[in-house]
């Protein structure tokens, strides 16, 4: 059986760790100890997303970028044969389908790794 998790999240945004810290008596009150991660974890913690839109057009155009490293990643764009948003690398392009298959694979491989580790 998998073994249940805890987090210690800041509330006021600037942390979540996947440990307990070692002095719990001296964190402030804004650090909380969690279940579900995904109620607290900070949004876009990796990715930037900055808008590149000509204020004239109907669709937005939002430039990725890893917030470490600064490295461009692709943008998101609308596609007009698609008729939907779709990522933009500049060699392949995903929409939301192709995306979300790849979210389910590396999902299914996490979860069998984690059954396996003991």
Not at 48 to 62: A, C, E, R
């Amino acid at each position: 059986m998998k073994e249940k998790r805890t987090f210690w999240v800041n509330l006021d945004g600037d942390g979540v760790c996947q440990f307990k810290p070692e002095n719990v008596e001296g964190l402030s009150d804004t650090w909380v100890e969690v279940e579900d991660i995904k109620k607290y974890e900070p949004k876009k913690r990796w990715l930037k997303f900055v808008d590149i839109s000509n204020p004239k057009n109907k669709t937005k155009i939002f430039r990725v970028i890893n917030k470490e490293s600064l490295a461009w990643l692709g943008e998101i764009k609308w596609h007009t044969g698609w008729r939907q948003y779709v990522f933009d690398d500049g060699d392949k392009i995903m929409g939301e389908g192709c995306q979300y298959e790849l979210f389910e694979k590396i999902k299914e491989l996490k979860d069998v790794r984690e059954d396996t580790e003991v």
